[in-house]
């Protein structure tokens, strides 16, 4: 299975996502902020993140942007309920920075299950 970073700074959001993705074989990492999730990166890469886009110290896209730059091969899901507005423009924004895909919070554990299958396939299938 695959190594997946997850980056949220919210707690819950963190513990939900943990739990799908170890409930289907995942090795999973949490960072709280996307500094934090760059660093762990850089220190033991990962096969897939999933970032929240409205963070503090380093928003979604942004860490987006970096961890395509610097590692072209990693997946990226990047999620976002919208923040107090619920402008889900943020999400267009992370895909045309470099997430591969998106998901609108909430959302079921089914189709994100559906999106890293997908991308992990995607990423075995380029190794080859």
């Given at each position: 299975?695959?190594?997946?970073?997850?980056?949220?700074?919210?707690?819950?959001?963190?513990?939900?996502?943990?739990?799908i993705?170890?409930?289907?074989?995942?090795?999973?990492?949490?960072?709280t902020?996307?500094?934090?999730?760059?660093?762990?990166?850089?220190?033991d890469?990962?096969?897939?993140?999933?970032?929240?886009?409205?963070?503090?110290?380093?928003?979604?896209?942004?860490?987006?942007?970096?961890?395509?730059?610097?590692?072209?091969?990693l997946?990226?899901?990047?999620i976002?309920?919208?923040?107090?507005?619920?402008?889900?423009d943020?999400?267009?924004?992370?895909?045309q920075?470099?997430?591969?895909?998106?998901?609108?919070?909430?959302?079921?554990?089914?189709?994100?299950?559906?999106?890293?299958?997908?991308?992990?396939?995607?990423?075995?299938?380029s190794?080859?």
């Open positions: 299975m695959a190594r997946i970073l997850v980056i949220d700074d919210e707690s819950l959001a963190r513990f939900t996502l943990r739990a993705l170890e409930a289907a074989g995942h090795e999973v990492v949490e960072a902020n996307g500094n934090e999730g760059i660093a762990l990166q850089k220190a890469p990962f096969d897939l993140a999933v970032t929240d886009v409205i963070m503090p110290e380093k928003a979604g896209v942004e860490t987006a942007i970096d961890l395509k730059r610097d590692y072209p091969d997946k990226i899901i990047a976002s309920g919208g923040g107090r507005t619920r402008n889900l943020f999400l267009r924004l992370a895909k920075f470099g997430a591969d895909e998106t998901l609108a919070k909430p959302f079921s554990a089914d189709e994100l299950m559906a999106l890293v299958n997908r991308l992990i396939g995607a990423a075995e299938r190794e080859r």
